[in-house]
């Protein structure tokens, strides 16, 4: 029988297993909610609140990476919700970096349909709050790596990944080369974003993606391998490259894992998730130990964030795990995702993880904002977690990504209420990260939604169901990617 974690009837009762836990130093809970609405300077620039909406892929773009009916749906849905940091969704900067068919696309083509779903959210905002002042908008801009559709893009063989992903041991990475012209089209997608008027640009370096792979690129030979200098070598080129072309004026965030963890696997007897054997000393991942990779380093994590301060970056947005290797380490989960298993631990244990990594950044950097992650668990309750972290300086910004998609308005609720609405929260069934994982659409990939909240989406997750039920028959797999498990 399937385990029921969130059980609680009161703040109280929360606070509780909390502290049963041995997670108090973690997980701060203050009623004060009006430090969620108190401003925050940002690159010269001052937000309203400390509240973001974080980069959440809705797959639900055209074939050639224009957004589309929906795009503009949750995007306004996002405008009026009132979050100050409104962050758009990872958007790859090369055709061959898209991790979906329905993956947005930064490029001239796509440019003004860019702008106009921009122009859409700010005006969305305007209509509910009379002007969009301290809202800031940013973009993130990605290379999925290994993640991406047609052909596999690595930079590094990984002992795990590769047998899950269906790649040899003779499949080529990417070279030296490949990855100067990629540092490029990242300042010619940053260039055309600052041309579109987004306020801020995210070089994406989490979960799995490219530039993630290359922080933990330690077994690569050459310039962009090895040692920390080289593995930061991309992110340090792109940073430079971009300010010296548009100006140190120009607001760069990043958001980074600060920890990537082990590949997990479901236990077939038990269906709980469990490490996959890992070689010693672990040397592929960021952030691991490498003589105990269950365990945070937290020495690079600090190190790079203190250098992305040292090069002008505005803020940093951090977070953690891999969600087709280990989802319950970056997204901590009731129900687990459809390709998945049940969580090894009680899901307060990866929200402190990951509350704690956010308190471990901010106290590196200074004054430098740091976004903290890893509240949508906590389900009502979100908002006193989110007002301790500020209170106690453990972050300048909170943010929100699968909660947002369920409850948009989770920031102006509790503006205007005093308390989130317990019938709009995430609950954290996983539904979304299903309706990602269906391949079986006419386009190739589902859009992705809130299938228990949002009407509009659980006529397309039902679909997706009915679908899948007939490809089983069939003995094909409506599953894509390298997140079978």
Request: hydrophobic share 35%; charged share 25%; glycine share 10%.
């Amino acid at each position: 029988m399937r385990r029921r974690y969130f059980r609680y009837r009161s703040l109280d009762e929360l606070a509780e297993e909390i502290e049963s836990l041995g997670l108090g130093n973690d997980i701060k809970l203050s009623h004060n909610l009006r430090l969620l609405f108190s401003q925050v300077e940002v690159g010269g620039k001052r937000l309203k609140n400390s509240l973001a909406v974080h980069p959440m892929e809705g797959c639900d773009g055209t074939l050639d990476g224009k957004p589309d009916v929906l795009t503009y749906r949750r995007y306004e849905r996002f405008g009026y919700g009132g979050a100050a940091l409104l962050w758009f969704e990872a958007t790859a900067v090369v055709p061959e970096g898209r991790a979906n068919t329905r993956q947005l696309l930064i490029c001239e083509e796509n440019a003004k349909h860019f702008e106009a779903l921009l122009t859409a959210a700010r005006r969305a905002h305007k209509a509910i709050y009379g002007s969009d002042d301290g809202l800031l908008c940013g973009i993130q801009l990605t290379h999925s790596g290994r993640y991406s559709i047609g052909k596999p893009v690595i930079a590094f063989h990984h002992p795990v990944l590769d047998v899950r992903c269906g790649i040899s041991s003779d499949y080529q990475m990417c070279s030296d080369d490949y990855l100067e012209q990629l540092e490029d089209k990242f300042v010619e997608a940053i260039k055309l974003a600052m041309k579109i008027g987004f306020d801020f640009v995210d070089i994406k370096q989490c979960h799995g993606y490219l530039l993630n792979e290359l922080l933990a690129a330690k077994s690569r030979a050459g310039k962009y391998g090895g040692s920390f200098e080289n593995r930061t070598r991309f992110i340090r080129n792109i940073i430079m490259k971009a300010k010296h072309e548009l100006g140190d004026g120009i607001m760069i965030a990043t958001r980074f894992n600060m920890y990537d963890g082990v590949p997990y696997e479901r236990d077939s007897q038990t269906g709980i998730g469990k490490p996959c054997q890992f070689p010693l000393p672990y040397i592929y991942g960021f952030g691991c130990a490498e003589d105990d990779p269950l365990s945070i380093d937290y020495d690079e994590p600090i190190k790079l964030s203190k250098l992305l301060c040292s090069l002008g970056v505005s803020v940093l947005n951090v977070t953690m795990g891999n969600p087709y290797a280990n989802p319950h380490i970056g997204r901590p989960f009731e129900h687990p995702p459809v390709d998945g298993y049940e969580s090894p631990e009680h899901p307060l244990v990866g929200v402190a993880r990951l509350l704690r990594g956010a308190r471990e950044i901010q106290s590196s950097v200074g004054s430098l904002p740091v976004v903290a992650t890893g509240l949508s668990w906590l389900r009502q309750y979100w908002a006193y977690a989110a007002a301790g972290m500020i209170e106690h300086g453990y972050c300048k910004v909170v943010g929100l990504g699968r909660m947002a998609i369920a409850y948009p308005e989770f920031a102006c609720d509790v503006m205007n209420f005093g308390e989130a609405d317990s019938r709009k929260v995430c609950i954290a069934d996983s539904h979304c990260t299903a309706l990602m994982r269906f391949k079986h659409h006419p386009l190739g990939q589902y859009p992705v939604g809130c299938a228990t909240r949002d009407d509009v989406y659980k006529p397309i997750y039902r679909q997706a169901l009915s679908g899948l039920a007939k490809e089983d028959v069939c003995g094909s797999s409506p599953l894509g990617g390298c997140g079978q498990m």
